[in-house]
C-alpha cells in the first residue's frame, strides 16, 4: 500500500485535549481512546480542562519518558486552529522527537518554532487531512478480498461509528476484517488512511482503491464512507469513493428523526430504501455483485421501545437487518453477512 | 464571479505551436482558432512545424509590437512537458509582457528564467488547469438563467465541442448563450473557466455552481461537461459537475461505433437511453425539472448515409434530436429547446 505511506502514524500517543471544555470538541480523542485502548498512552490537558479520556495525564516529558511516539491534537478548537497557549506544548513534544498530528485548517509547519523543533528532532508534522502526493486514476480491476462500505443518507449520520463497530463485530464473530479510514478522525483511529474529500477530483476513485488493497479471498475491509449520494455538495466524493471501493456489501447508515440534509434544509433526507437503491444501481459499475447487507440508525433521539418499533418497522420494509450500532450492536449485520456469503 | 477571477486571459493571443508535427497534439491551438478567431492575432511556428492554423505567423517581437497580451501555449508535446528549444521564446514573450498561457503538467515558475522575466515585466504565469483558491461547497440553492449541460457516455466523446457547437447555434438562433468551459482547452477558447477535474473532491459542484451563476431569466449557459456516470474513473467529477450545474437540458454525447470505454476496456459503453436516464435520476437532485434535449453524436466512422440512419433510429429510440455538431450542425437541438421551453 505503497500510497498511503504518507499517513502512517505512530504508536503510542499521547492526546492532547488543551483547555477545550466541550466534550462535542473532543470527539476525535474519545473516539481514538474508545476504538483503539492500546495506542494510547496517556491525555495532555490544561487545568482548565474538565473533560476526561479515562487514560492517565501527562506531561509532555513523561510523555517522552514513557516512549510516546505522537502527540495527537485530539479536539476540534472553535474557529479550527491551534489556541497560542497550546503550542509551547507542542514545541516540547517536537523538540523530544514526537511526531505532531493534526487534522485542523492549520500548517503545523507554517510555524517557524515547530518546523526547527521538528526538523532538528527528526519528528514528523503530520496532516491527516493531506492525500499521499501520487495518487492514480481508479481502474475498476476486481481486488481480490471482500469488502463492505458504509454509505449514508446524509453527512453526520454515524458511518464511520458504523463502520468501526461493525468492524469489531465482524472479528468478534471470527472473520479476518480491517477497518479502512476514509477521513481525519478514522485515520487518527486506524493510524493510517486517505482523507477523501481532500483528494482532487479526479483522482477519488483511484484513492479508494489504494484504500483497501488487495486481500486473503476470506478477508473483509470495513470501508468508512463519505457523504451520500443524496447531498448537493459532496455527491461527487460519495460516488467516487463507492466506485473506488467495489463493495461486495453495503451498510446504509441513517438517523431516525432526521428529516432534511444537515445545513441543508431545502434537501430532504431519502428514504432508506431509495438510499439502498441508488447505492446499489451506482455501485454495480465496479462490483455487480453489490448487495446491501445492512442498516445502521442513529436511534439517539428514541426511548428504548420506540427504537425497538423502528427498527423492527424498518427491518420489515427492508428485509435486511436494522441496527443501531450503539444501543444494540452490529451482530445482526454479521450473522446476515456469514449467512449471505456462506 | 469573483471565484473565477483567477483565470481570465488576455487577447490577443499568439498561439504557440513549436515544433509539434501532428494536427492532434495541436487541438487547443487549432480549437481556438476554430471557435474563438477573433481573439487569435497570430501563430509562432518553428521551421520544423508542417501545422498550419491559418492565421499570420508572427515572431514575438512582432506580436509585441501588434499590442499581443498572451502567448498561448497551444500544444500537448510528448510527454506534456515543454522542449527546451521552446523556452528562449516563452521568455521573451514573458520579458515582453504577455502573459503566458499553458495547461500542461509544467509548473512555469518552477523556470526562474521565466519566473524572473514575468516578475520584472508584470505579466501573469497562468496554469489553466489551476482552479481559483477558495471555492464554496455545493449549496444546490437554484440559480436564475437557464442551463444546458453536456454529458457522455464515455470521456472523449465530444463533449466541449457539443457545447461549443451548441453555444453557437443558440445565439444563430436568436437565444442568449454563454459557452462555460470546465476543462483546460474549453478555458483556453473561453478566456475564463474552471478546471473542474483538478478541484478538491469536496468543493466539486461549489466549483460547477461559480461557473454558470445567476443570469437573465432568458439567458442560456451551455455548459462543458466531463467525464461521465459510467466511467470508473471519474464518474465522481461528472456527478458533482451535474449537481452543480442545475441543468434544465442535458445533451448527451455518444460515439457511435465506440463499445467500451476508452483505455478501460473492460467497462462497456452504456446505451444512449440508459446515460439520459441516469443523468436524469441523479440531476433531479438539485434540479427536478431536468429534461433531455437531444443527443449529439460522434459519427466520423460511418458514411454518410450510415449517418443518416444511424441518427434516424437514435432519434426513434429517444424521441430526441440527435445529431453529429460536425456534420449535421446543432440547429435540430436548438428547435426542441425553443418548443420546449416556450
Given at each position: 500500500m505503497e500510497g498511503l505511506k504518507t499517513i502512517q502514524l505512530e504508536a503510542p500517543y499521547l492526546i492532547l485535549l488543551g483547555d477545550v471544555t466541550a466534550k462535542d470538541l473532543a470527539k476525535t480523542g474519545f473516539g481514538i481512546v474508545q476504538w483503539r485502548p492500546k495506542l494510547v498512552a496517556g491525555q495532555l490537558r490544561f487545568p482548565e480542562c474538565p473533560l476526561d479520556l479515562g487514560v492517565p495525564d501527562m506531561t509532555v516529558a513523561e510523555a517522552a519518558a514513557a516512549g510516546v511516539r505522537s502527540l495527537i491534537i485530539g479536539v476540534a478548537p472553535v474557529g479550527g486552529v491551534i489556541p497560542d497557549s497550546w503550542w509551547a506544548a507542542v514545541e516540547e513534544a517536537a523538540a523530544a522527537g514526537m511526531d505532531i498530528v493534526c487534522g485542523l485548517h492549520?500548517?503545523?509547519?507554517?510555524n517557524p518554532a515547530i518546523a526547527a523543533a521538528a526538523g532538528s528532532s527528526g519528528a514528523r508534522l503530520i496532516d491527516v487531512r493531506e492525500p499521499p502526493g501520487r495518487l492514480p486514476v481508479g481502474r475498476g480491476t476486481k481486488r481480490s478480498g471482500k469488502r463492505i462500505l458504509t454509505v449514508g443518507v446524509?453527512?453526520?449520520?454515524g458511518k464511520k461509528y458504523a463502520a468501526l463497530a461493525l468492524d469489531e463485530a465482524m472479528r468478534g464473530g471470527g472473520f479476518k476484517s480491517t477497518f479502512r479510514a476514509s477521513g481525519q478522525t478514522g485515520i487518527m483511529i486506524a493510524g493510517v488512511g486517505i482523507a477523501?474529500?481532500?483528494?482532487v477530483a479526479d483522482f477519488v476513485s483511484g484513492a479508494a482503491e489504494l484504500l483497501s488493497p488487495?486481500?486473503?479471498?476470506d478477508h473483509w475491509d470495513v470501508i468508512e464512507g463519505q457523504g451520500?449520494?443524496?447531498?448537493?455538495?459532496y455527491a461527487g466524493v460519495s460516488l467516487g469513493l463507492l466506485h473506488g471501493s467495489q463493495p461486495d456489501g453495503i451498510v446504509v447508515c441513517a438517523h431516525a428523526t432526521r428529516k432534511a440534509i444537515t445545513e441543508w434544509p431545502d434537501f430532504p433526507v431519502p428514504a432508506v430504501n431509495e438510499c439502498i437503491e441508488r447505492n446499489i444501481v451506482e455501485g454495480r459499475l465496479t462490483n455487480p455483485d453489490i448487495r446491501c447487507v445492512g442498516v445502521s440508525v442513529n436511534t439517539s433521539a428514541l426511548t428504548s421501545e420506540e427504537r425497538s418499533d423502528y427498527l423492527a418497522a424498518l427491518q420489515e420494509e427492508t428485509g435486511l437487518p436494522c441496527v443501531d450500532p450503539i444501543a444494540t450492536g452490529c451482530d445482526a449485520i454479521v450473522d446476515y453477512v456469514r449467512a449471505e456469503f456462506s
Open positions: 492549520v500548517k503545523l509547519d507554517d446524509d453527512c453526520a449520520v477523501i474529500d481532500s483528494v488487495d486481500n486473503d479471498d451520500s449520494l443524496f447531498h448537493p455538495g
